[in-house]
């Protein structure tokens, strides 16, 4: 696949952010029926998982302009192993919750890798070539191979969108901008159980100059050129 290397611009606050396609992933982070649907994770630790629906329709339309411009995808899920080896005790046993980690609940065990809430909801399915990455944690480098993944593709810049905006997005934000990379959130592809965190989490990323990175509207995004992908 030959993907466009010329650099393109999208006005963004705190000023414009500048990739590449053939060196920009997309990461969608955490797009899951635990977190998204009734009976899942989110809704077991008392969050109102409706605050989540807005993020559902600019995340899908980022996911196809991702797709048509040929640039790699990453969809992370938040889940465990069905014995819990990879859940601490400390996140487990956090706060109140109806049912923990590990639970069985009305969509299969709670956030545990293959059971149906640990998948995609359905609008945003992953499609073939498009990479899932598991991962235990809150920010997607940890415990993961991402950060060999994205050195081995080249990938300098990172578009993010997905939920929640001010816990796995956030803290997968930071370890990216940590290890160098520069990165863009879409504003209205994220989303937070509470709507007031998520517009304090981008004014986080972009104050100082942009000291976690920049933040912009979907509508801001250039179009791609198309990507010369053979056979298709
Ligand atoms: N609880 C909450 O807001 N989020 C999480 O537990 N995980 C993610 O953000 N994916």
């Given amino acids: 696949m030959r993907i466009d290397d010329t650099p393109l611009d999208v006005p963004a606050r705190p000023g414009p952010f500048r990739f590449r396609a053939a060196h920009t992933a997309l990461v969608m982070i ?25 993020a559902v329709g600019p995340a899908r339309a980022l996911l196809d302009w991702a797709r048509a411009g040929g640039l790699r995808i990453i969809h992370t899920k938040e889940c465990h192993r069905p014995d819990l080896s990879d859940c601490p005790p400390a996140k487990r046993e956090r706060g109140l919750p109806s049912l923990r980690i590990g639970d069985p609940g009305p969509m299969g065990r709670i956030l545990i890798d293959g059971e149906p809430g640990s ?104 179009a791609l050129p198309a990507a010369d992908i053979p056979g298709a």
């Fill in 30 to 54: 955490d797009m899951q029926r635990d977190f998204l649907e009734p009976g899942g994770f989110g809704e077991a630790l008392g969050n109102d998982v409706s605050h989540l629906r807005a």
């Fill in 119 to 222: 998948d995609f909801i359905a609008e945003l399915a992953p499609l073939a070539g498009e990479t899932v990455l598991t991962k235990p944690g809150k920010g997607a480098f940890y415990g993961t191979a991402l950060g060999r993944m994205l050195a081995d593709w080249g990938i300098t810049h990172l578009i993010f969108a997905g939920v929640t905006t001010e816990v796995c997005v956030q803290s997968t934000m930071r370890e990216a901008n940590d290890r160098g990379y520069d990165c863009l959130l879409v504003t209205d592809a994220t989303a937070s159980y509470f709507p007031e965190f998520r517009d304090a989490t981008i004014e986080m990323i972009v104050a100082q100059g942009g000291i976690v990175g920049w933040a912009a509207p979907l509508v801001a995004l250039p």
